[in-house]
Antibody, heavy 124, light 110 residues
Framework: EVQVVQSGAEVKKPGESLKISCKGS????????IGWVRQMPGKGLEWMGI????????RYSPSFQGQVTISADKSSSTAYLQWSSLKASDTAMYYC?????????????????WGQGTMVTLSS | QSVLTQPPSASGTPGQGVTISCSGS????????VNWYQQLPGTAPKLLIY???KRPSGVPDRFFGSKSGTSASLAISGLQSEDEADYYC???????????FGGGTKLTVL
């Protein structure tokens, strides 16, 4: 079964760093893009960025460029989303999702398998 | 303000049909394919339609996607109570070099 499983909920303080994970299984992790999506409380979905684990090619939404870092470890089939200094406004649910195969056009891909989400709560 | 524009809400009675629109521009919907996601309350989004009008395995044929120019639509026929959810359109934007979502439409089945 193809699935992506995310790390558990986090409660952090503003200014702290954080790295959350997304582990793929049931498919060749290195040949599919993996994306990250933010959903703030009561709000809609926001596309953050996407990475191709095979060569670490990464694209960021301008809204998130410089605010987060997306990475992947091929050896453990795991993608990561990290912050160096969290802000109160980072409180949100973060989803990872499998994107299109690297054999197909990224622009015409969809997120076909979603993780369960990681809730990140900032509290001073 | 989302790059793709959707109505914030839609509604219908059981058995009826409803259509949700998604308006974009030449750099996104006008050039690339459109995907639709369904998010049931308290759950992760689920792919509903990809490549404008294709349904993943398991999605009922009551859900129909279409695209024309810089707009797309999701039509749902034979509404059921379990269709009550938030629906999002999405596409790649060549100007932003990234994906974009619509603001979402909350569907209420009366």
């Amino acid at each position: 079964e193809v699935q992506v499983v995310q790390s558990g909920a986090e409660v952090k303080k503003p200014g702290e760093s954080l790295k959350i994970s997304c582990k793929g299984s049931g498919y060749d992790f290195t040949t599919y893009w993996i994306g990250w999506v933010r959903q703030m409380p009561g709000k809609g979905l926001e596309w953050m960025g996407i990475i191709y684990p095979g060569d670490s090619d990464t694209r960021y939404s301008p809204s998130f460029q410089g605010q987060v870092t997306i990475s992947a470890d091929k050896s453990s089939s795991t993608a990561y989303l990290q912050w160096s200094s969290l802000k109160a406004s980072d409180t949100a649910m973060y989803y990872c999702a499998r994107g299109v195969s690297g054999l197909l056009l990224l622009q015409n891909g969809a997120f076909d398998v979603w993780g369960q989400g990681t809730m990140v709560t900032l509290s001073s | 303000q989302s790059v793709l524009t959707q109505p914030p809400s839609a509604s219908g009675t059981p058995g009826q049909g409803v259509t949700i629109s998604c308006s974009g521009s030449g750099s996104n919907i006008g050039t690339n394919t459109v995907n639709w996601y369904q998010q049931l309350p308290g759950t992760a989004p689920k792919l509903l339609i990809y490549s404008n009008n294709k349904r993943p395995s398991g999605v009922p044929d009551r859900f129909f996607g279409s695209k024309s120019g810089t707009s797309a639509s999701l039509a749902i026929s034979g509404l059921q109570s379990e269709d009550e959810a938030d629906y999002y359109c999405a596409a790649w934007d060549d100007s932003l070099n990234g994906g974009v979502f619509g603001g979402g439409t909350k569907l209420t089945v009366l």
